[in-house]
């Protein structure tokens, strides 16, 4: 009778098709996940799409098997064991390496319509129907912005944006709120 090990085999392409896919989904990932995206297949653990989790497993299940049966001459049950938690150490550094990527990323970029609501204060003079200039903070920046009003606004008035007109913004004075205890009144 002929026996075939396929203990070691089957480690080495846990090492090797979980190794190049992990490797694609860090160069891929916008691909990959716009994909995951587009067929609503949306699923994380701590932030951290499943699919880095499960490739990172599968090929240190790989490693942890090669390093049980070459390295302590282990049997297919206690090297699966030893690739079992080698895999789980592999998806928890996956998880650690993933979320600081994901940390680094850039913030979401915003659009002008995000502002529609938010304070700002005239820095141009507004002329009734013609262009000036507001200043006003938003996401963690500031930004000078072109806008237009139905009447005059002169610089230093705290306008609110209404609305949106292609790349300028339409204000109007802000109401002013009624003062807290002791304190002035917010424009």
Same mark, same amino acid.
């Given at each position: +009778?002929?026996?075939?090990?396929?203990?070691?085999?089957?480690?080495?392409?846990?090492? $090797?098709?979980? !190794?190049?896919?992990?490797?694609?989904?860090?160069?891929?990932?916008?691909?990959?996940?716009?994909?995951?995206?587009?067929?609503?297949?949306?699923?994380?653990?701590?932030?951290?799409?499943?699919?880095?989790?499960?490739?990172?497993?599968?090929?240190?299940?790989?490693?942890?098997?090669?390093? &049980?049966?070459?390295?302590? !001459?282990?049997?297919?049950?206690?090297?699966?064991? +030893? &690739?079992? &938690?080698? !895999?789980?150490?592999?998806? !928890?550094? $996956?998880?650690?390496?993933?979320?600081?990527?994901?940390?680094?990323?850039?913030?979401?970029?915003?659009?002008?319509?995000?502002?529609?609501?938010?304070?700002?204060?005239?820095?141009?003079?507004?002329? $009734?129907?013609?262009?000036?200039?507001?200043?006003?903070?938003?996401?963690?920046?500031?930004?000078?912005?072109?806008?237009?009003?139905?009447?005059?606004?002169? $610089? &230093?008035?705290?306008?609110?944006?209404?609305?949106?007109?292609?790349?300028?913004?339409?204000?109007?004075?802000?109401?002013?709120?009624?003062?807290?205890?002791?304190?002035?009144?917010?424009?």
């Amino acid at each position: +009778m002929i026996t075939i090990d396929l203990v070691e085999p089957i480690f080495v392409l846990c090492v $090797a098709v979980g !190794g190049v896919l992990l490797l694609l989904t860090v160069l891929l990932d916008d691909i990959l996940g716009g994909l995951l995206d587009f067929l609503h297949l949306g699923f994380d653990i701590g932030g951290v799409t499943l699919m880095p989790l499960v490739l990172a497993f599968v090929s240190m299940f790989g490693v942890g098997g090669l390093f &049980g049966t070459r390295m302590f !001459g282990l049997g297919a049950g206690e090297a699966t064991l +030893m &690739g079992i &938690g080698f !895999g789980v150490v592999g998806a !928890g550094i $996956a998880t650690l390496f993933f979320n600081f990527l994901r940390r680094a990323e850039a913030p979401p970029a915003f659009s002008l319509a995000d502002m529609v609501g938010e304070r700002g204060r005239v820095t141009v003079n507004i002329p $009734a129907r013609k262009s000036g200039e507001v200043i006003l903070s938003y996401g963690g920046s500031t930004h000078n912005l072109t806008a237009t009003a139905d009447t005059d606004i002169p $610089a &230093g008035t705290v306008v609110v944006i209404a609305e949106l007109v292609g790349s300028t913004v339409v204000v109007k004075p802000a109401v002013a709120q009624p003062a807290a205890e002791g304190g002035t009144p917010n424009a």
